[in-house]
């Protein structure tokens, strides 16, 4: 079958997409799918493979002579349908302009199957204020959070670190609304440190919140699977970082720079089922579909969640291929498995239409 994967896009997780995808190329079963890549400039214009990428070539998304472009979205889909024959995609982005439900929703327009959340799902799980809110409805057990009134451009730092104190207390950790990668998110103790995080996302992003430090154990847990038929829970990955206090964005894709240990070092089989059950429980009330992966930490009185990433990062050092392989899902058979849920959502929707009549 005709895979087209997109990968860059404007968002700042760009270059984590591109290292992501160019894993998703290398270990992608050929003898099953023709991979078609796509490369979503910064600047918002897409620039689709002339041919489909060979085996045992490495894709090269600057070289402009491989490729189509530069070209609009509609239009770059048009020519991948049209031209290429695709027939599912793979969408590797992360962030704003990508794991948001922007290039979802084209794509459900489209009619056109492809991995992971739709855009109501996607949509809600990247707005880190609208998933509180869900899985708070949901019962799900969350941090402590200070959420302000107004936006992040008005925001005055003096007025909001007295409230946040009052609210919450330092250390603290405050987030912008949309974003992933830990992009967007810092400790603070102090009210420069609060101004300066403001500094630095002002005219960015449109909202932040803080929540409350919490100590113990971080764990994520990834979950396979669409909303509705049978969930496969993967192994909880324990995420203990070397050289930082916590999980940063270095920590994260700088290689060595965390210790990753399945399972938990200090989970037993007790904990290890109740945080199963509940990424299970974040990935069903998100009404997520493909994979999710949810990030908590669990304290002395029981784990809290974090989030929620409807596209976990593919990269060498990523959480959701060690899982996968924990659970002896070997990369070409992980990205098999996301690939044919997305084509039986498809069956499935189909199959709906036609009863509806």
């Known amino acids: ?48 493979r002339r041919s489909a990428l060979p085996a045992a ?25 049209d031209t290429a024959g695709i027939e599912v995609v793979l969408p590797v982005l992360h962030g704003p302009n990508g794991e948001d ?35 708070q409805v949901a019962g799900v057990p ?46 603070i ?15 960015r992003f449109r909202r932040w919140f803080a929540e409350q430090q919490v100590q113990g154990e971080e764990i994520t847990v990834a979950v396979l699977g669409n909303t509705g038929d049978e969930l ?28 990753e240990v399945i399972p938990p070092r200090g989970l037993g089989p007790a904990r290890l089922d109740e945080v199963k059950a509940l990424a299970k429980l974040c990935h069903e009330t998100l009404v997520c579909d493909g994979m999710s992966r949810t990030d908590m930490i669990v304290t002395a009185a029981g784990p809290v969640v974090l989030e929620t990433n409807t596209i976990p990062g ?14 002896d899902l070997s990369f070409a058979a992980l990205l098999d498995r996301l690939l044919r849920l997305a084509l039986e959502r498809r069956q499935g929707s189909d199959r709906a239409r036609v009863a509806a009549g």
């Open 1 to 48: 079958m005709q895979v087209a994967v997109l990968a860059g896009g404007r968002s700042p997780e760009h270059d984590i997409s591109l290292a992501s995808a160019a894993q998703v190329l290398r270990h992608l079963d050929r003898s099953q799918w023709q991979a078609w890549p796509v490369h979503l400039d910064r600047d918002g214009t897409w620039w689709p």
């Open 57 to 81: 070539a490495a894709w090269q998304p600057l070289d402009r002579s491989l490729a189509i472009g530069p070209l609009r979205p509609g239009a770059a889909l048009d020519w991948l349908l």
């Open 101 to 135: 439900g922007t290039v979802q929703g084209m794509l459900e327009l489209y009619d056109v199957p492809f991995v992971g959340s739709g855009c109501a799902a996607s949509a809600v799980a990247m707005d880190k204020l609208r998933t509180r809110h869900a899985l």
């Open 142 to 187: 969350l941090p402590r959070a200070y959420e302000p009134g107004g936006p992040l451009q008005t925001a005055d730092a003096a007025l909001e670190f007295r409230r946040l104190q009052a609210e919450i207390g330092t250390p603290a950790f405050v987030k912008v609304d949309a974003s992933g990668s830990t992009v967007g998110v810092q400790r």
């Open 189 to 203: 103790e102090t009210e420069a440190e609060l101004a300066a995080f403001f500094t630095t996302f002002r005219g």
């Open 232 to 259: 496969q829970v993967l192994p909880p990955v324990g995420i203990y970082p070397r050289c930082d206090s916590w999980f940063t964005h270095e920590a994260k894709y700088r290689p060595g720079a965390t210790e």
């Open 314 to 327: 593919l990269t060498e050092t990523s959480l959701l291929p060690q899982a996968a392989a924990a659970a």
